[in-house]
């Protein structure tokens, strides 16, 4: 089993900043990806971006790319998402999730998941 919490989200204006945080802990994630995701009311959950926690390679929806990153710090088992000229359209629950298989584009690939934190971006 592994367990992710989420954190860090809030409330910032457009064309701020945020970093989230998710921390995880149950066993190690050497051959894991975590994937970032994120869901706005009366919408699907989407894929927002990914890492491959052996070797760090990341991936990235193209609606974030050049604006969020990816980044883990091993010895913390934290993966954190950091969001620069944050937009209006990013608000949304941020859920992190990890996947067995490695990294993956696809939400059904990933087999557990945090609670989520609310990211809401003033216009």
């Known amino acids: 089993q592994v367990q992710l919490v989420e954190s860090g989200g809030g409330l910032v204006q457009a064309g701020g900043s945020l970093r989230l945080s998710c921390a995880a802990s149950g066993r190690t994630l050497s051959n894991y990806g975590i994937g970032w995701f994120r869901q706005a009311p009366g919408k699907e959950r989407e894929f927002v971006g990914a890492i491959r926690w052996s070797v760090g390679s990341t991936a990235y929806a193209d609606s974030v790319k050049g604006r969020f990153t990816i980044s883990r710090d091993n010895a913390k088992n934290t993966v954190y998402l950091q969001m620069n000229s944050l937009k209006p359209e990013d608000s949304a629950r941020y859920y992190c999730?990890?996947?067995?298989?490695?990294?993956?584009?696809?939400?059904?690939?990933?087999?557990?998941w945090g609670q989520g934190t609310q990211v809401t971006v003033a216009s």
């Open positions: 999730a990890a996947n067995r298989g490695g990294l993956s584009y696809y939400r059904t690939s990933y087999d557990y």
